[in-house]
Nanobody
């Protein structure tokens, strides 16, 4: 069982930056692929980024490439999402997720095993 707790969301102006953190419980954090998803009001939850066990492989949805960076610290059971050059369309509730297995790029939400409660990111224009 893995419990995930996100933090770091907030209100920021367009062009600004935020760093989201996701703290995970459990001694097997390093064996989980980790990801970030987001859900805007009235829309479905969508994939944002994912990172492999050791952090050597990452993958991003096209809309955030070059602006967002996912990373992880397995010694401290934490995954991060650094968000730069934020845009109003990035406004959403951001979720951290964990999944067992070796496949890194999994955009289907139902294939992820554990979810956090979400942290709100609001970007004003």
């Amino acid at each position: 069982q893995v419990q995930l707790v996100e933090s770091g969301g907030g209100l920021v102006q367009a062009g600004g930056s935020l760093r989201l953190s996701c703290a995970a419980s459990g001694r097997t954090f390093s064996t989980y692929v980790m990801g970030w998803f987001r859900q805007a009001p009235g829309k479905e939850r969508e994939f944002v980024a994912t990172i492999s066990w050791g952090g050597g492989t990452t993958y991003y949805t096209d809309s955030v490439k070059g602006r967002f960076t996912i990373s992880r610290d397995n010694a401290n059971n934490t995954v991060y999402l650094q968000m730069n050059s934020l845009k109003p369309e990035d406004t959403a509730l951001y979720y951290c997720a964990a999944r067992r297995g070796t496949t890194i790029v999994v955009v289907t939400t139902t294939l992820w095993n554990y979810w956090g409660q979400g942290t709100q990111v609001t970007v004003s224009s």
